[in-house]
């Protein structure tokens, strides 16, 4: 049996793969405080509606696509004689007309996948339409870097593919309290206790009681780093801003984890897209002001790099249900204080050049952005983590 097949079965396969108290002696945990560029990876699942997000409002094609779904100019938020924001981007606006947000247009892949589960595994693990790799990019990350686990936290009770390494994986917890205190659980103990150096040499099970005691000096550390911060910020009553009040009080607190991964879902508007997309972006926007106030509270935003993605947009041509279908092309967000482009990096699709179905034409591999993310913010070489050679971007 391979060696995630046999995880995937056990009970303790999901979040962290726990353990108990006696085995917190293996000190696999740097105790000091770290400091230095912090990377927070935001999806919205589901596949949001870029072009309903940043909105070409001076464009005749938009108009005709979209009889009921386009937006009238007096509804947004505007940037320049002929694009705006989405209503719901207050927050975004301000961070565009303060130099901290680069919107990066058009981005996608070759020959894009329509689907939700196949797009997403790509974005995550940058590979290629046709192949299938098992571990994320980031998780790569970990293993180049020679990173522990704890530098890339997943805010979940799962953790994705973007965070699988083939040696090291990332951290999936909600709450440090919770993940902390089942690490001390009895049930542990004797499952643990029955364990000895024969099973060890055993590729599974040796490599299952690793993770296990990583967990454990992990889960220690996360706790009692982060609970030494508390934020004075009010966030929105919501899930999504509780992530980010997490990765807030993560960051703040000085844990050392390089890496943090979010996720807000329901963006698969085919049907009713114009209230769904509305309240979407409006949970998203609000929740990312909140995150951002934090951080800059305690000094932490310009060590802060956020980058939003989406797995894919929507169709131009809006359907019968007043929504739209599964697209290709889309923007990328990126927000922090230390950007070398701010504002647009490139021009907004073209509606009159469409691909055979109907869809948007990328223009920059998504590739080329995590390739700049690498060289430039995580300092390794992009060449040890990315499975092909991409020329990066000048932006961060």
């Known amino acids: 049996m391979k060696r995630r097949d046999f995880l995937k079965r056990?009970?303790?396969?999901?979040?962290?793969?726990?353990?108990?108290?006696?085995?917190?002696?293996?000190?696999?945990?740097?105790e000091a405080i770290a400091t230095g560029k912090k990377l927070v990876i935001i999806q919205l699942s589901g596949g949001n509606d870029g072009l309903n997000t940043i909105v070409p409002f001076r464009n005749d094609v938009y108009y005709q696509k979209r009889p009921s779904l386009a937006h009238q100019k007096s509804n947004l938020i505007g940037i320049t004689d002929e694009i705006g924001f989405h209503?719901?981007?207050?927050?975004?606006?301000?961070?565009?007309?303060?130099?901290?947000?680069?919107?990066?247009?058009?981005?996608?892949?070759?020959?894009?996948?329509?689907?939700?589960?196949?797009?997403?595994?790509?974005?995550?693990?940058?590979?290629?339409?046709?192949?299938?790799l098992q571990s994320g990019w980031i998780g790569r990350y970990l293993d180049a870097s020679k990173s522990k686990s704890l530098d890339a936290i997943e805010v979940d009770d799962t953790l994705s593919l973007l965070m699988k390494g083939s040696k090291t994986d990332g951290i999936a917890t909600k709450n440090p309290n919770i993940?902390?205190?089942t690490t001390q659980a009895p049930y542990f103990k004797k499952v643990v206790s029955h364990h000895d150096d024969a099973h060890l040499n055993e590729h599974n099970l040796g490599y299952l009681y690793k993770t296990m005691v990583t967990a454990s000096s992990s889960a220690k550390y996360i706790y009692e780093t982060s609970k030494t911060y508390t934020s004075k910020t009010t966030y929105?009553?919501?899930?999504?801003?509780?992530?980010?009040?997490?990765?807030?009080?993560?960051?703040?607190?000085?844990?050392?984890?390089?890496?943090?991964?979010?996720?807000?879902?329901?963006?698969?508007?085919?049907?009713?897209?114009?209230?769904?997309?509305?309240?979407?972006l409006k949970v998203y926007d609000e929740a990312m002001e909140a995150f951002i106030k934090d951080l800059k509270q305690e000094d932490s935003f310009k060590d802060t790099l956020i980058l939003t993605f989406s797995e894919f947009g929507r169709r131009v041509q809006q359907n019968a249900a007043n929504g739209?279908?599964?697209?290709?092309?889309?923007?990328?967000?990126?927000?922090?204080?230390?950007?070398?482009?701010?504002?647009?990096?490139?021009?907004?699709?073209n509606l009159s050049n469409l691909d055979s179905i109907g869809d948007l034409k990328y223009d920059i591999d998504f590739r080329e952005i995590y390739t700049s993310v690498l060289n430039n913010w995580l300092d390794i070489d992009a060449k040890k983590v990315m499975h092909k050679s991409f020329k990066g971007l000048n932006i961060v």
């Open 236 to 280: 929105p009553n919501n899930e999504f801003s509780k992530q980010l009040k997490q990765v807030a009080q993560f960051i703040n607190s000085g844990l050392q984890t390089k890496v943090y991964y979010a996720s807000l879902g329901g963006f698969d508007t085919h049907a009713n897209q114009a209230n769904k997309q509305k309240r979407l």
């Open 179 to 181: 993940f902390y205190r």
């Open 10 to 30: 056990t009970s303790l396969a999901s979040t962290a793969l726990l353990l108990p108290k006696f085995l917190s002696g293996f000190n696999l945990i740097d």
């Open 324 to 349: 739209t279908d599964h697209g290709t092309a889309n923007q990328v967000f990126l927000i922090g204080s230390q950007l070398k482009k701010q504002g647009f990096y490139n021009p907004m699709a």
């Open 87 to 132: 209503e719901s981007l207050i927050a975004h606006s301000n961070l565009y007309n303060n130099g901290e947000l680069c919107i990066i247009n058009n981005v996608g892949y070759p020959n894009p996948n329509r689907s939700h589960f196949r797009s997403t595994d790509i974005w995550h693990t940058a590979s290629d339409a046709d192949q299938y």
